[in-house]
């Protein structure tokens, strides 16, 4: 397999060529668990860690590889792992906090052209989600397509697909049945050669069936969703990177229990354009569309012009979005406390060697 055929193209080989070194060649990450990933270069796949001094200058989850990431690896010899000596900047990505109260950012997948927001049409539907997963998509700079699974038991797939719609204007959306549509036809047309899929939604909505049939063949683990509360149980245990007959690349996740922000402001503005384009009539710039007067926003919630649930959620993600930041302003001051030590132990461990020379 050629390096083009992985997603390889100008973007990357630019900055590939800023970081030199002898001896480094490109390879990109199809699978990681516990620190320890399996890569692809030109030639071969490969076992790879990370390099110690990389490891060491890693202030978060976040610096250490990803699946669909781009790496600068010097491969090893005589049964030594390959050392992967840098990450290339990501083009794009999927991110989430990390569950808990641990204010660091998690790389769900890098480097994806098209993300596939799999949802069941069964109890796990739920256009709040949708709203939540489409912020964290435009965040990250990834195109968001919508698929409907399940379709088999609904009563209403027309009705649903349009209440979907209602909140993604723009936004693709598929509904399917992978108990019986087994080509996939709606999804098809974005599974291109050497482009990067991701696949994300919540256990049980059938992401490793979706995985198998694309791949032709069992790929991945299935299981029923347990009859009682209709909610999945996880099949999917790590990332993974799988190479499809045609062509394109995808990246099957587990099943997210929670998705909660990273950035959000952005992928807001984007997700709620609507609420966005009410809020230029309101009296005050800085409104938060609660209890001000003069708000335009729940002016049209009051009307009708505007779905109460869609007003809610806004706020929702508002408000996570403002305690994030808060958080991570806080987080980034105990950072630079941390790097000022450092620097300040460096600084005087190079004064004394220079005293006894």
């Not at 790389?107 to 927001?117: C, E, P, Q, S």
């Not at 230029?280 to 007067?293: M, S, V």
């Not at 806080?330 to 190079?350: F, H, P, S, T, V």
């Amino acid at each position: 397999m050629t390096l083009e055929a992985l997603g390889w193209d100008g973007f990357f080989a630019g900055h590939f060529a800023e970081i030199g070194g002898k001896g480094l060649v490109p390879a990109r990450v199809t699978l990681e668990h516990q620190h320890i990933y399996s890569v692809r270069t030109a030639s071969a796949e490969l076992l790879a860690s990370v390099a110690g001094g990389m490891r060491h200058r890693a202030s978060g989850p976040r610096d250490f590889p990803a699946v669909g990431d781009w790496v600068a690896l010097r491969p090893g010899g005589h049964g030594h792992r390959a050392v992967i000596r840098a990450v290339l900047p990501r083009r794009s990505r999927f991110s989430r906090k990390v569950a808990g109260e641990t204010t660091v950012e998690q790389v769900v997948a890098a480097n994806v052209d098209t993300v596939f927001i799999v949802m069941g049409l069964d109890g796990d539907f739920s256009v709040r989600r949708v709203e939540r997963y489409l912020v964290t998509a435009w965040d990250g700079g990834v195109s968001p397509v919508v698929v409907l699974n399940k379709a088999d038991v609904c009563e209403d797939v027309e009705g649903a697909v349009r209440e979907v719609e209602a909140v993604a204007p723009g936004v693709p959306v598929h509904a399917m049945s992978t108990k019986f549509d087994r080509d996939l036809a709606p999804i098809a047309p974005y599974l291109r050669s050497a482009s990067t899929i991701a696949l994300l939604g919540s256990s049980g909505v059938g992401k490793s069936t979706i995985v198998n049939r694309l791949a032709g063949a069992d790929v991945q683990r299935t299981a029923d969703v347990r009859a009682s509360d209709q909610k999945g149980r996880h099949t999917t245990s790590r990332r993974q990177l799988i190479e499809l007959p045609g062509g394109a690349l995808l990246i099957d996740t587990p099943g997210m229990r929670e998705l909660q922000l990273w950035e959000g402001a952005s992928g807001i503005t984007a997700a709620f354009e609507d609420i966005e384009a009410l809020a230029a009539g309101c009296r005050f710039g800085d409104c938060r569309h609660d209890t001000e007067p003069g708000c335009a926003v729940k002016a049209a919630a009051d009307e009708g012009r505007l779905a109460a649930g869609r007003l809610a959620s806004y706020r929702v993600l508002q408000r996570e979005r403002a305690a994030l930041s808060a958080r991570q302003d806080e987080r980034g001051l105990i950072e630079k406390k941390r790097q000022d030590k450092i620097l300040g132990r460096a600084i005087k461990a190079y004064q004394s060697r220079s005293r006894t020379r």
